[in-house]
């Protein structure tokens, strides 16, 4: 048994479990029913301030966000990434008492082949294109230019609207584009 701390003590602090479980009946994970089947199950806890009832019918939907500095796709993105290799993911949570999420995934049978399917070569990958990009927040626009970098694109970042209009109307100007 674990003993609680005051949340204060406890700042940062996420449980992490990884178990196997193995379910003989159809079961309903939110509103995704999973067939009979082996599954991996992670769970993570934190011991947070937990969220309201209206927050928590919010979280995976795209763009929403309760934190200012983000962006409102992480997720909404686990979310997806879940359901589409065949598993569910459930969510606890009430003000003061933290949020306990329960990711159920497949659990191919032991020797069970996986196959993966290749990348295209060029999936994503530039060629030295100039892309640019507009963002307010100067920590943000620089993990976006270093993201595109890493692709093989030119990433040229503003923080302002006006100066990435100014820059681009320089830009056609000395180009022999139409």
Known sequence: MKQRCPADERAGFIELRIAAHEISHP???RQIELDPARFTIISVSDPG???DQATLERIFEPFF???ADGNGLGLA???EIV???GGAIAVKSAPGAGTHFVVW???GGLGAPITLQPAPDLALRGTGESVLVLEADHRRLLRYEESLAALGYEPIGFTKRAEAETACRAGRAGSTEP
């Open 83 to 85: 359901e589409q290799h």
């Open 49 to 51: 301030s937990g969220m």
């Open 77 to 79: 993105t686990v979310r």
């Open 27 to 29: 079961q309903r994970i």
């Open 105 to 107: 995934l497949p659990a």
């Open 65 to 67: 966000m309760t934190r």
